[in-house]
């Protein structure tokens, strides 16, 4: 049809970037690993300890508390951001408060089972932690815990923990557990 004009071309939606999987050095040289959403959501994860100690929203603002007063080095436990409690959880045992798991190296799980295809969450690492001869020694129990780290596709934070007994014997074992989080509030007098 002479005269007759194209529809104006349709915009396209601009490309999101990959998620990204980072491994690099925090304080005192030790590992963490950073998440992060092309949304701007981003999640810190030292392996000392399997520890978050950030999370942070689109906007950039931390979401978690972690002390002035923190070491990042071994042997204590870093203050603040989420530490894990295992295997056991305060004083309500023979071992350290709040047991090894925060003051011990997790290892990366580079091959980690998939997540399910309806999840929608595309960034988040896999760390486990084995039982060291020394942690035999004070806590006579083999174990496997694994734990997830996962931003969603809202920018929420998901950590899941699987922990399995490996002893050879089959015997069970008791233990306790927490994420023991401190939250970061701009003003606690509000709350």
Not at 137 to 149: G, T
Request: with cysteine; proline share 10%.
């Amino acid at each position: 049809m002479a005269g007759a004009s194209s529809p104006p071309p349709t915009p396209k939606s601009p490309k999101l970037q990959p998620p990204l999987l980072e491994r690099a050095k925090g304080p005192s040289g030790l590992d963490k690993i950073v998440l992060r959403d092309p949304r701007g959501f981003t999640a810190e994860v030292r392996l000392y300890g399997g520890q978050v100690t950030s999370w942070k929203n689109e906007q950039g603002d931390e979401l978690l508390f972690v002390s002035s007063k923190a070491v990042f080095k071994s042997p204590g436990a870093i203050r603040g951001g989420i530490p894990i409690c295992f295997p056991q959880f305060g004083t309500h045992g023979n071992l350290e408060k709040h047991g090894f798991a925060r003051n011990r190296l997790w290892l990366v799980d580079d091959n980690p089972p998939p997540l399910p295809v309806n999840s929608g969450i595309k960034t988040y690492a896999d760390l486990i932690l084995k039982p060291s001869e020394e942690d035999l020694k004070i806590w006579p129990h083999r174990f496997e815990f694994r734990l997830r780290v996962a931003l969603g596709p809202k920018g929420d934070l998901f950590l899941t923990s699987r922990i399995r007994n490996t002893n050879t014997d089959g015997k069970p074992f008791s233990f306790t557990f927490a994420y023991h989080t401190y939250f970061s509030v701009s003003d606690i007098s509000t709350y």
